[in-house]
């Protein structure tokens, strides 16, 4: 026999208000998708303005809590609203209003059925918890785990019992089961009468904050694992980057390409650096979420013992959790925090040395521009000064003219046209040409004077 008497399911959803860098509008969007959980019906008589209400702990309704509606009367529950710091909680319960008759596990199946319609099929972005319980019948034997075992199926057709059963233990002479399937989470309580119940309720504030904390260290944990995967390929595109910036200064690739490229890497390490802080944060999180489970397990054992201290509560193996985050999730983080931070002054190297000789390079290249500046400007003013010599288009005794001959003679070597006793462009046609003439000059005497000035004014090494 699997049969209980008032079977009720009780489901703990959490949701993100906000996170690390949220806009206002995002955190809307956050406050919005919780608001959807809840029925119409009951908004008129949520507190308005949460967010002037400080504390961890906030409950949102005015009368704390608010009956359900059903559409059929074998069904009822309440819907239980908490602000939780960053974080929404939300406590659904839906009952099989019998408290006479037993009714077999597989009710459970309909009981979430009943939940999903009036949640709309939403479910939590943090996590969520399955609370399964129910009284056994007088004269029905107490085999509680062939009683869970067949209440888990109805909840959760063709899961692994054995695979997904975490531990169990004893919680005020109830025997209690934990179970976990992928983000999913379930408690199942088979409780020995309708008085031991009865009793529970007074628990259902530490059980919000209890799961609670887990859900926000197991969300803490696969964002971690999604930063990790993000680093990683942040790591890959910046490497990649300063071997193509590397590439390029090898084939003479323009400099405003090689900056474009710098740049494009330097934005992708603000990002690493970025995700690499929101890394450490995650595991800042599991750690004050960690204190606080622990804390709230042993509120729940103290409790437990004051409320009925000659019934026993035993409930160990919901300590293997705290053993979990502190021998993988915690232990895992850190290991990456700390790869990751020596990858970060890598990548830093790396590309503060990259700058550095893209800067040399672009400052060699401004320095020749500016020099090449600077003899045209030399050229021309000596090409003006000597187009404007007096008597340079006579051709006796004009000294200057004389030299630019013999100079014409050594350098250029252009033949004289015919009937032509002098070079052409000494030809007396335009002082454009003597202009010519002379900045061509004067830039081969400024880069003669430049060559031995560097080799001779250079210091010795």
């Known amino acids: 026999m699997t049969d209980l008497i008032y079977p009720t399911i009780d489901l703990f959803l959490y949701d993100l208000k906000y996170s690390l860098g949220d806009t206002p509008e995002?955190?809307?969007?956050?406050?919005?998708?919780?608001?959807?959980?809840?029925?119409?019906?009951?908004?008129?008589?949520?507190?308005?303005?949460?967010?002037?209400?400080?504390g961890e702990y906030v409950h949102l309704l005015k009368d704390v809590y608010a009956l359900t509606k059903h559409h059929h009367e074998q069904y009822e529950g309440y819907f239980y609203p908490v602000l939780l710091g960053d974080s929404y909680g939300l406590l659904v319960e839906c009952a099989f209003k019998n408290k006479t008759n037993a009714q077999p596990a597989k009710c459970f199946a309909d009981i979430k059925a009943e939940i999903e319609r009036i949640l709309n099929s939403q479910t939590a972005t943090i996590g969520q918890t399955w609370m399964l319980?129910?009284?056994?019948?007088?004269?029905?034997?107490?085999?509680?785990?062939?009683?869970?075992?067949?209440c888990y199926q109805a909840l959760m057709p063709g899961l692994d019992w054995e695979g997904d059963l975490q531990g169990q233990g004893h919680f005020l002479g109830a025997n209690i089961f934990e179970l976990t399937q992928n983000n999913q989470h379930f408690i199942i309580i088979i409780y020995p009468d309708e008085a031991t119940l009865?009793?529970?309720?007074?628990?259902?504030?530490?059980?919000?904050?209890?799961?609670?904390?887990?859900?926000?260290?197991?969300?803490?944990?696969?964002?971690?694992?999604?930063?990790?995967?993000?680093?990683?390929?942040y790591f890959t595109k910046i490497r990649v980057g300063s071997d193509a910036i590397e590439q390029a200064r090898n084939k003479g690739s323009e400099l405003n390409t090689l900056y474009e490229t710098l740049v494009d890497v330097q934005n992708t390490l603000n990002e690493y650096t970025r995700e690499l802080t929101i890394l450490d944060f995650q595991g800042g999180t599991i750690d004050i979420n960690l204190s606080?489970?622990?804390?709230?397990?042993?509120?729940?054992?103290?409790?437990?013992?004051?409320?009925?201290?000659n019934q026993e509560t035993e409930v160990k193996f919901l300590t293997e959790f705290s053993k979990l985050v502190k021998d993988k999730y915690r232990?895992?983080?850190?290991?990456?925090?700390?790869?990751?931070?020596?990858?970060?002054?890598?990548?830093?190297?790396?590309?503060?040395?990259?700058?550095?000789?893209?800067?040399?390079e672009k400052?060699?290249?401004?320095?020749?521009?500016?020099?090449?500046?600077?003899?045209?400007?030399?050229?021309?003013?000596f090409g003006s000064f000597v187009a404007g010599l007096p008597g340079l288009g006579e051709k006796?005794?004009?000294?200057?003219?004389?030299t630019?001959?013999?100079?014409?003679?050594?350098?250029?070597?252009?033949?004289?046209?015919?009937?032509?006793?002098?070079?052409?462009?000494?030809?007396?046609?335009?002082?454009?040409?003597?202009?010519?003439?002379?900045?061509?000059?004067a830039i081969l005497v400024l880069l003669i004077w430049r060559r031995f000035w560097r080799k001779y004014s250079s210091p010795v090494k």
Not at 343 to 353: M, P, V
């Open 26 to 54: 995002e955190i809307q969007q956050n406050q919005q998708s919780y608001y959807n959980k809840i029925p119409e019906y009951i908004h008129p008589l949520l507190l308005e303005n949460e967010q002037d209400f400080p």
């Open 133 to 150: 319980s129910g009284w056994l019948p007088p004269a029905q034997p107490k085999n509680s785990e062939e009683i869970a075992q067949a």
């Open 198 to 233: 009865n009793e529970s309720g007074k628990f259902y504030s530490d059980w919000i904050r209890l799961f609670y904390y887990r859900h926000k260290i197991v969300w803490a944990y696969s964002q971690s694992r999604l930063l990790k995967h993000s680093l990683q390929t």
């Open 292 to 309: 606080n489970y622990e804390k709230r397990l042993g509120r729940i054992k103290q409790k437990s013992h004051k409320i009925q201290s």
């Open 331 to 360: 232990l895992q983080i850190t290991k990456d925090s700390e790869n990751l931070e020596r990858g970060l002054k890598l990548l830093s190297d790396t590309i503060n040395a990259v700058r550095s000789r893209v800067e040399v």
């Open 363 to 381: 400052a060699e290249r401004d320095r020749n521009f500016q020099n090449f500046v600077t003899l045209l400007a030399g050229g021309w003013a």
């Open 396 to 402: 006796n005794n004009n000294p200057v003219r004389s």
């Open 404 to 441: 630019l001959i013999k100079l014409s003679d050594l350098k250029l070597s252009v033949p004289p046209k015919p009937n032509e006793q002098e070079p052409w462009w000494l030809m007396p046609a335009t002082k454009g040409i003597y202009t010519l003439s002379g900045f061509t000059i």
